[in-house]
């Protein structure tokens, strides 16, 4: 059950002062293709057909995997692939269990977004060991064969520069601005991202004053989240969240409160999912997002997975190309 290569996404690179060293990234259309600094070249190609891929993401409430695995399984179906999914709600046990059930049913590949890279290890050892290609999204484990993602700082420096630059045009540095984080400390990679957020908007706006951080994996808990922040801090007015998902919620609990005068609060997120993008259009207080190409990265990462199985060449570490998404650009990024 083989199937040949359909197609391989297309790699750039990314110099950035942030990063250590060139590294492959997923370009917009009008980027320039580079070499990648390091491609494993295999053998040639396998003729069998029809690949059996597992993949296991933190959760599909969340829009950026919800639209990532959508994705991917769309690209599982163009080429003739079976694509067999997993969310583990952000619970290591659950995801170990998952990705035993891929090895069991004799999946060619396997897909994972790592809960905890460290746990995972004994699991992704053994499916090297049944010659299972892995391929990890956002964080690695030992043994992989390729990897797509970021830096993790970096995404949400991203963010926070684009949202300290609009906070400077509102309110100016010098009048105390307070704000909040959305944050995802359970995975202790986008711990990262959340101190990436705080450093950027400080670095254009150092009257932000950040008063209020609660954990929030998706729009709910976002809610109930700013919910809280508003009550104890009825003067806040930016939330800023490790994801869209949240965020989402933050905008939710302001509209709520009959905070909605984009001259005067801002929510921010990352991702660039529909919603935000929609929200951002039309000129609400969603005001900021970043761009991860959900859709374009579920893409890859079933090709990357066909082609570690079918011994063709792949880069073997891929950046996303993150992009801030304001009012100015956003029509670069909504599709019709």
Do not use: H
């Not at 699991?123 to 999204?137: D, F, N, S, T, W």
């Amino acid at each position: 059950m083989k199937k040949k290569l359909v197609s391989l996404f297309l790699a750039a690179t990314m110099t950035c002062s942030m990063i250590a060293g060139a590294t492959t990234v997923f370009a917009e259309d009008n980027a320039e293709d580079t070499t990648a600094e390091e491609t494993v070249e295999l053998a040639e190609p396998s003729t069998d057909e029809g690949y059996t891929i597992g993949i296991s993401v933190l959760n599909l409430t969340g829009q950026f995997f919800i639209q990532l695995v959508d994705a991917a399984q769309n690209e599982a179906d163009a080429t003739g692939c079976t694509l067999m999914t997993n969310s583990c709600d952000s619970d290591s046990a659950k995801q170990i269990t998952a990705l035993e059930n891929f090895i069991s049913a004799g999946c060619d590949a396997i897909i994972v977004c790592a809960v905890d890279s460290e746990a995972a290890k004994p699991v992704i050892a053994k499916a090297k060991e049944e010659g299972i290609a892995v391929v990890c999204l956002t964080s690695t484990v030992d043994g992989y064969d390729a990897y797509i993602g970021c830096e993790e700082y970096v995404l949400g420096y991203t963010q926070g520069c684009a949202v300290g630059q609009r906070i400077a045009e509102m309110y100016g540095t010098e009048e105390e601005v307070q704000a909040a984080t959305l944050n995802y400390d359970l995975m202790e990679s986008v711990i990262a991202r959340k101190e990436g957020i705080i450093a950027g908007v400080q670095e254009y706006a150092p009257n932000v004053k950040f008063v209020a951080d609660a954990t929030a994996a998706d729009q709910e808990e976002g809610m109930s989240n700013t919910e809280n922040f508003l009550q104890a801090n009825p003067d806040l007015k930016v939330v800023c969240g490790v994801s869209d998902g949240a965020a989402l919620g933050a905008y939710q609990a302001f509209k709520a409160a009959g905070m909605t005068d984009s001259e005067q609060y801002l929510i921010a997120g990352i991702d660039a999912t529909d919603e935000a993008l929609k929200l951002i259009d039309e000129g609400t207080i969603y005001q900021v997002s970043v761009s991860q190409n959900p859709t374009a990265t579920g893409k890859a990462l079933v090709d990357t997975a066909i082609a570690v199985v079918n011994k063709a060449s792949y880069p073997k570490d891929s950046l996303f190309d993150l992009q801030a998404v304001t009012s100015a650009n956003v029509k670069d990024y909504i599709t019709e």
